[in-house]
């Protein structure tokens, strides 16, 4: 490391860089697909309602999958749509041989039953891998479409750390998008793993066994430095906006369900937030939205 460096930079994972390489790679494959099978995939994005934060991710992910070279297209439902309304669509979705890939922004509005929407995206089409099938492929080792989220930690924490056999993970966490999921993923890299959550007793102490620490509860820097096990890696899936009343008033800050500082001294390497797992979800539904597309063909996947 250089001299001007800052304080522990080659302890932070770049999730931005990595990110924009899978891009880059994504839109390699989307290149070669196009030359070799003559089909361009094709990502279907559904928002309903207004909420703030969904719709920057809607519109990032429609930039994104066209900046990558593939055809989207945004559904945009009103805050009242009722859930035949949004079956109907999906069914059409899943009729319509150009959409490869069919993505409904969660949350959704309280009069929709999320998990049946979800549940009546074909399964070869779910490039977020929340349908039950491919859940259930992810669970017993299935060619599954993976979450996006945990895909995006797990290529993280393989480019770091290389092979994961042995190491002891512990997910912090028990969620359907990302806390389940990542264990699951990590158990295929032949790691040890630990399922903790709100009702775990000791939960620092269990976090000090970890050699691998994801963190995916959603709330802001509840894991605290001397949690974490000298030179252990830590993945911080948490995005949490708070007050930031010395940036003026009314301001706020981004801060992960880790205590970045005080983990920094402490961990071998580290996620940023922003910039760490945050990057790498759209990145991977970008590839998941290729290896849909693919596989609906019977074609081999690109090297990505
Ligand atoms: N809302 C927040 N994250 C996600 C995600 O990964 N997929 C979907 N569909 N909605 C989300």
């Not at 995206?121 to 989220?149: M, Q, S, W, Y």
């Amino acid at each position: 490391m250089s001299r001007t460096a800052e304080p522990g930079a080659d302890k932070r994972i770049d999730g931005r860089a990595f990110a924009a390489g899978l891009r880059e790679r994504v839109a390699r494959a989307v290149s070669t697909v196009s030359e070799t099978h003559g089909f361009t995939p094709g990502l279907a994005v559904v928002l309903v309602g207004e909420d703030p934060a969904s719709q920057v991710y809607v519109r990032n992910k429609g930039k994104q999958t066209v900046e990558t070279g593939m055809r989207s297209v945004e559904h945009r439902l009103d805050a009242s749509t009722d859930q035949d309304t949004l079956l109907k669509l999906i069914a059409d979705l899943n009729a319509d041989d150009a959409v490869d890939g069919i993505l409904v922004q969660l949350p959704l509005p309280e009069q929709i039953d999320a998990q049946a929407v979800l549940d009546a995206i074909e399964p070869a089409k779910d490039v977020d891998g929340f349908h039950v099938i491919n859940a259930g492929r992810l669970a017993t080792g299935g060619a599954a479409l993976v979450p996006c989220t945990p895909l995006g930690c797990l290529l993280l924490l393989q480019d770091r750390l290389g092979d994961l056999s042995g190491k002891h993970a512990v997910v912090v966490g028990r969620s359907n998008i990302v806390g389940k999921p990542m264990a699951q993923l990590l158990l295929g890299a032949n790691a040890t793993v630990t399922i903790a959550h709100s009702r775990t007793a000791d939960l620092p102490a269990m976090c000090r066994q970890a050699d691998i620490l994801v963190a995916a509860v959603g709330r802001p820097e509840m894991v605290r430095g001397d949690w974490i096990k000298t030179g252990a890696t830590v993945i911080d899936v948490g995005i949490n906006r708070v007050p930031a009343p010395e940036k003026g008033d009314g301001k706020t800050r981004l801060v992960g369900d880790v205590a970045f500082d005080e983990a920094l001294a402490v961990a071998g390497a580290i996620t940023p937030v922003p910039g760490g797992v945050g990057p790498m979800t759209i990145a991977c539904l970008l590839r998941n939205t290729v290896e849909a597309a693919c596989r609906r063909r019977g074609v081999t996947l690109p090297e990505m």
